[in-house]
């Protein structure tokens, strides 16, 4: 045997093995200290260090007088897909020191500086006279005082966030493609919600991935069926919009928040939870990063639906780690994202705009909700509830309607609607479609439909 | 044998299959009329008609008394590559109608109206007073006006590009890096300058593609090397930068930009010209797209360095279908780039603020090339020349002075350098650095330099 680090090391390293492989399940009893020692031919003091270094990382815990329990699985597994990123990594830290700036004298940069761009005379023309500094390009993870503000917004969640787990991306979609570029493999199974949003599905098809639907409820994903999927599919990752669900419009409950980090934990699965919605609903709502503490949930946000689709201005958070990685296959394949909008939006935020603006569209969201809601139960017609305070309505449709025909009459007249085809993984499913609650009520849409509803 | 016009498209696929095999090269004679029709049992008339079509299309050449010629190759053959597109193609009309909203009746659209957002009451924050409309997100291909004002511009180079070849990007990387996505497999041959852009060969990297170095010399790319590389590699295809290089400073001529493309049309080869610095070098220099009219050139822009960093605006011009492609590629992945970005810069343009610039910019850049160039030279130092107009030199350096250590002895000083080694696709390449014109008159380095030469 080796010397007495590299046996503690070798003790954990076999319960972790025995994790991964799932024969090891949180709730299970190791064997004892004693058991434990004799099976490996090892001292017992090398098997407790051990197991205190499990309990140190909340792998395991201690019951006393009964012995050591698995409380959870290793985080952030799914990290074995080998990508070629080793072999771009010394032009990276080149890259880095581009971006971070970390030496005064600069021969070596290859861009031109400030004082010749945007902070030169033509800085009067991009509204950067409240700014002290504008940096040619961006730190790598983005412009910092923004991801500190975003971070304290995090907080503010329940989401416990430092300053290297969160990174600046072109959007919400350029943060999933980070990730699937990042961790998803050409085969790999991959589980969404069923009804999903359809751009990630788009994305896994891109990748070669097999999109696996995890039927969506009015209370969140249904674990039974999350559960039977990542055991049949062996599924490392699950993408999931917790609360607003696009496109089913409604929300989580704390219960089913739980149990789907409870079936993450025995299955071994990374969650990529996208929250668009996040800045018009409460701060309390259930998100699994909040119950997980970016452990194995990634976290995903946008100002696209709330401040301007304008901006391609997102942000990811998660495990140190994972975001590390992330940021560098950020930084190879876009350099970095627009400090000119993330300035922009942080002046915004600074200054109390942005927050005025998210009251004024709340209301606005909740009168288009109102007026559309009962606009369409006026025909008869059935709106999935809870409704979870987003943009969208799931409403139910006849037998008859579920023909593909309906997207090519509705254009006919002019109109453009979401049927639930779009956004499932499975060929036929219920009839269905996703209305936005901006053009909920509208009449044309719903003369269209009244007619369409009489047709057999 | 089948139909007229079938017989036609039998003849023109005939010979574009043995163009595409090599088996028929440009400068080649075809068949007489006479002969094929005779081998291929067809009449005559046929192998006329087909002949003048391939003639139209610029493949073929009629030398009266003579025959028919082979000019060159098919353009923009290396597509074969299957990337799972199709599989999402029906989420991408779906994306497609919500960026392009040709419907007026929006039930079905995913995102709030532009009147919540960015052009309610936010809107006097976010600059558009100007500007009479503000869409929400983007067209697919970017802010039109803009796209316009650059196709103007490339017309300006020589470049006729249509609205239908001109995407907007997120940067030149973000440009490369869609290029790679879309037509480099794992273990394809590329082909590079080298020295050449290393954020390009970390992309290559990621991609698993192999980057094969073309010697890159004071006038271009070296087309000896150029055309022994991609016979032995079968790469089809080729990245450079002919302006202004990066990292060695020059620029290509007249003669090698044509031999280059001839060597591209001989070996089927797609280029992807990187033109960084095109809006402070002249409109007449020589550009691959310029002679090529984006044929089988692939022409990638930026702001990056002539106007900010912190935007990451650039855009990609090419041949209308891989346009299309690539900007496919880019909905599904990224959905949009920033119209808030764009719109400024078009702002910026139309308002000659953009242009008044640039004037203060080349001026900045060329006393600064004075300043550096002398110092360097005092030095005893070798720049090569010409120097190309944009930002960087090419400084030779003792041999020495080619270890690893220095860039680490440069950072112990605080001095920020960039050896050959980052450029180069080999191990040990000559000794020499870029160094950025900005800085390098700074009398830091110029000592930290002379006390390095100085040592042996």
């Known amino acids: 045997m080796p010397s007495p680090p590299l046996k503690i090391e070798f003790v954990i390293n076999s319960i972790l093995m025995q994790l991964r492989a799932g024969t090891l399940r949180p709730g299970q009893r190791l064997p004892s200290i004693r058991d434990e020692a004799q099976r490996l031919g090892i001292g017992k003091n090398t098997v407790v260090e051990a197991y205190l270094r499990l309990v140190g990382q909340g792998i395991l815990a201690a019951k006393p007088g009964s012995g050591y329990y698995v409380v959870r699985s290793p985080p952030a597994p799914p990290l074995e897909r080998e990508i070629p990123l080793a072999a771009a990594t010394d032009r990276i830290s080149l890259l880095a020191e581009q971006l971070d700036r970390r030496l005064p004298i600069r021969p070596g940069d290859g861009r031109p500086p400030t004082e010749w761009l945007e902070t030169s005379e033509l800085r009067r023309y991009l509204s950067y006279q409240r700014f002290q500094e504008a940096d040619s390009y961006n730190s790598s993870w983005g412009y910092k005082p923004l991801r500190e503000r975003l971070c304290g917004a995090l907080a503010e969640r329940g989401i416990a966030c430092s300053d290297d787990q969160l990174l600046m991306t072109h959007g919400a979609n350029h943060g999933m ?35 696996i639907g995890v039927d969506r409820r009015h209370d969140g994903p249904d674990v039974a069926d999350l559960e039977a999927k990542a055991k049949k599919s062996g599924a490392r990752l699950f993408f999931t919009q917790s609360l607003a669900h696009n496109p089913t419009g409604g929300s989580i409950t704390f219960g089913t928040a739980y149990s789907v980090l409870r079936a993450a934990s025995n299955f071994n699965l990374l969650v990529i939870e996208d929250d668009p919605f996040a800045d018009i609903l409460p701060y309390t709502a259930p998100r699994l990063a909040a119950l997980d503490q970016l452990d194995r949930v990634i976290y995903i946000g946008t100002f696209s639906k709330t401040l301007a689709g304008s901006f391609r201005t997102g942000y990811l958070a998660a495990a140190p780690r994972l975001a590390s990685e992330i940021n560098e296959l950020k930084v190879i394949t876009a350099v970095s994202t627009s400090a000119h909008d993330e300035r922009l939006i942080f002046q915004l935020v600074e200054h109390g705009h942005y927050l005025k603006h998210l009251r004024r569209l709340r209301t606005r969201a909740s009168a288009a909700t109102a007026a559309s809601v009962e606009a369409l139960e006026a025909l008869g017609l059935n709106i999935r509830r809870p409704i979870g305070g987003g943009f969208y309505l799931w409403v139910e449709l006849p037998e008859h309607m579920g023909s593909e025909d309906l997207v090519h009459d509705a254009a006919a007249a002019g109109i453009f609607i979401a049927p639930a085809a779009n956004f499932s993984t499975s060929q036929e499913p219920a009839p269905a479609m996703r209305v936005n609650v901006a053009h909920g009520a509208d009449p044309t849409f719903l003369n269209w439909l009244r007619e369409q509803m009489g047709r057999r």
């Not at 589980?191 to 891109?206: E, F, H, N, Q, T």
């Open 177 to 211: 493609d980070l990730v699937i570029r990042r961790y998803v493999a050409p085969g790999d199974n991959v589980l969404v919600d069923d009804p999903g949003y359809y751009p990630l599905l788009a994305k896994l098809a891109l990748a070669g991935a097999n999109a």
